[in-house]
């Protein structure tokens, strides 16, 4: 596996997996391992993140401690990434949430894109992709493409389930980007869906079909 691409071997994090895997886990359910997850995964992913010293006054005493010194963006490829996004608000409430409308065409497989909302000068230096499926890797690559015709220099990919051809698709095309995720998978099938993957994430995390 390459050196960027890392696969979280918390018990907490497999054992939520199993959980969202089962076809037996409803939406509402599904919505809540979404979050725990990607929390889980992004304290693994911000682990390099810069810190400024502050004094923080107790009840007792003045006390040394520390401040979050970058500006963190996360950037969820809708729909499937806004129970990751959300979460990851909860845990940095300072993040800048800038989302990427991206689908992808059922018979090409191809990306499409249709929103794009970013400012016109990147105001982070930070960029957290979010999006529970790396199936093919087109939707990623694409979405990396986007952020750095934009100037955004720090990029990081979190996601939940990949297949071993997306991983495989997104360290090729974009190998300073690194990738947090639960599992890599087995392969996808001919539909271009991850197996044994956990279906349609968006379907899954919305009730729809
Ligand atoms: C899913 C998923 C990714 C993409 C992954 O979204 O959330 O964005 O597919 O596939 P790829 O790696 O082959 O590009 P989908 O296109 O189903 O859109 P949705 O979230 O709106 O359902
Ligand atoms: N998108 C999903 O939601 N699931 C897959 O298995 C592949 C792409």
């Given at each position: 596996?390459?050196?960027?691409?890392?696969?979280?071997?918390?018990?907490?994090?497999?054992?939520?997996?199993?959980?969202l895997?089962?076809?037996?886990?409803?939406?509402?359910?599904?919505?809540?391992?979404?979050?725990?997850?990607?929390?889980?995964?992004?304290?693994?992913?911000?682990?390099?993140?810069?810190?400024?010293?502050?004094?923080?006054?107790?009840?007792?005493?003045?006390?040394?401690?520390?401040?979050?010194?970058?500006?963190?963006?996360?950037?969820?490829?809708?729909?499937?990434?806004?129970?990751?996004?959300?979460?990851?608000?909860?845990m940095?409430?300072?993040?800048?949430?800038?989302?990427?409308?991206?689908?992808?065409?059922h018979?090409?497989?191809?990306?499409?894109?249709y929103?794009?909302?970013?400012?016109?000068?990147?105001?982070?230096?930070?960029s957290?992709?979010?999006?529970?499926?790396?199936?093919?890797?087109?939707?990623?690559?694409a979405?990396?493409?986007?952020?750095?015709?934009?100037?955004a220099?720090?990029?990081?990919?979190?996601?939940?389930?990949?297949?071993?051809?997306?991983?495989?698709?997104?360290?090729a095309?974009?190998?300073?980007?690194p990738?947090?995720?639960?599992?890599?998978?087995?392969?996808?099938?001919?539909?271009g869906?991850?197996?044994?993957?956990?279906?349609?994430?968006?379907?899954?995390?919305?009730?729809?079909?």
């Open positions: 596996m390459a050196e960027q691409v890392h696969v979280s071997r918390h018990p907490l994090v497999q054992h939520k997996l199993a959980l895997r089962s076809n037996l886990t409803e939406p509402k359910k599904f919505r809540e391992l979404v979050r725990e997850m990607a929390q889980l995964l992004f304290y693994e992913a911000t682990q390099d993140l810069a810190l400024a010293p502050l004094t923080v006054q107790t009840p007792l005493a003045a006390c040394a401690g520390y401040e979050v010194a970058e500006r963190v963006g996360i950037m969820p490829i809708l729909r499937a990434g806004l129970g990751m996004a959300e979460a990851l608000t909860a940095l409430p300072t993040v800048h949430v800038w989302h990427l409308g991206l689908y992808r065409d018979e090409t497989l191809q990306p499409v894109t929103y794009n909302k970013l400012p016109s000068v990147p105001d982070i230096d930070l957290l992709i979010v999006d529970p499926m790396l199936a093919t890797g087109g939707s990623a690559v979405a990396v493409d986007i952020l750095k015709r934009w100037g220099r720090r990029i990081k990919y979190l996601g939940l389930i990949a297949a071993p051809e997306g991983v495989q698709h997104l360290s095309a974009h190998p300073d980007v990738i947090y995720l639960a599992a890599i998978d087995q392969h996808l099938n001919e539909l869906y991850i197996v044994p993957g956990l279906g349609d994430a968006g379907d899954r995390q919305f009730g729809t079909s």
